[in-house]
Structures are given as structure tokens and as C-alpha cells.
């Protein structure tokens, strides 16, 4: 539509200098409405191809040591939490049985109270759970609390994955932050349960 509003305007200008056979300021106008179009005829014999996705599995992680399904999702990233090993045991974890972690990993400087992390949780490709938490209040769940002391940290907790989880393939991503917005870490694991 706005193409052929743009193509009226310029027929209609040309025919209005060509009608009034006005000087050569109006050849140049016209000239000017003419090269509108140029942009158009160039791109198609330059395709451009503009990445709108983000960057698919794989391309920005970093693998945990330790041989956990865990990976350190956007590694590019500066973060506070250098996390050097993460444990599961049972590996793969198994519904119906208990499931022990543990977790080492040096912070660059304190955690404090207000501190929050963004947590997803998909099933497949179907989000079950979009939730801001509160860091402080989530890491008493593994024997810790604000504030967060910089410096090696580990944490050690066994957790009971009930019997009824329902098979497929669990997504689940953490992004952690500060009370000022920095960034902590960014974790993902991919579970399979059968």
C-alpha cells in the first residue's frame, strides 16, 4: 500500500513538472522522489540476512565439570559465580529416588539480601514454570544465607524426586542477580525422565 501511495506521489509529480514545465530545481525533485526506490533495487541484489534468534543450544555454554546435565548458559558473559564442579548422584537423576548434589564455585564479591534469580522450567517445549525467586531466601533450602561471603563456596543438599514426575525431557534455566542487577550466573540443565 505505501508502495503504491509512493508511486502515485511520483507520477503525479512528474506529471505536474512535466505539465508546468517548470525549471530544473523541479527535474531535480523529481530525481530526488526517483531515488526513493534505488534502496529497494539494491537490496534485492544484496540479500541480507539479519539473526533475530538467539543463539541456538550449544553455541554460548560451557560445560560444568563434574558430569552433570548441568552447562553455564551464557558463558560469554562476565558473572560473578566461577562454578568449577557440580556432582549429581544418581547421574542421570531417577524419579522415585533420591537425587544428592554438590556444588563448588568461587564468587567474585558478596551476594546480599535482595539478591534474586529468574528460574524457566520447560516440558518439551511447553513452559511450566516463569518465576522470579528470592536468592536469600532459596539458599537456606541448602544450609546457607545472606550474605553470601565472596570466596569458594559449596553446597551439599539431597533432594526426593517423587515417583509421579511424568516422563519426557525437563528444560530447566537460572539466571541469578544481584540486588544491583549484576549478573551472578547462568545455569541449564536438560533432564530425561523415563
Request: charged share 25%; hydrophobic share 40%.
Amino acid at each position: 500500500m505505501v508502495a503504491i501511495k509512493s508511486l502515485a506521489l511520483l507520477s503525479v509529480s512528474i506529471a505536474s513538472v512535466n505539465a508546468l514545465s517548470l525549471s530544473n530545481a523541479l527535474e531535480s525533485y523529481v530525481q530526488e522522489v526517483a531515488n526513493v526506490f534505488k534502496p529497494l533495487k539494491e537490496l534485492k541484489q544484496q540479500p541480507e540476512i539479519v539473526y533475530t534468534f538467539p543463539a541456538p543450544p550449544g553455541q554460548n555454554e560451557k560445560p560444568v565439570p563434574g558430569g552433570s546435565p548441568i552447562v553455564q548458559c551464557d558463558a560469554t558473559a562476565p558473572q560473578l559465580l566461577d562454578l568449577q564442579k557440580v556432582e549429581i548422584i544418581p547421574n542421570p537423576p531417577q524419579k522415585g529416588a533420591n537425587f544428592s548434589f554438590t556444588a563448588e564455585g568461587i564468587l567474585a564479591e558478596d551476594v546480599e539480601d535482595g539478591a534474586y534469580v529468574e528460574v524457566d522450567v520447560r516440558y518439551g517445549y511447553i513452559r511450566l514454570i516463569h518465576q522470579t525467586f528470592d536468592l536469600c531466601e532459596e539458599i537456606t533450602k541448602v544450609d546457607l544465607e545472606c550474605p553470601i561471603e565472596k570466596g569458594k563456596q559449596v553446597i551439599t543438599k539431597e533432594v526426593e524426586i517423587p515417583n509421579e514426575v511424568p516422563p519426557g525431557r525437563y528444560i530447566v534455566n537460572a539466571k541469578a542477580y544481584t540486588k544491583d542487577d549484576v549478573f551472578i550466573t547462568c545455569l541449564s540443565a536438560t533432564v530425561d525422565f523415563e
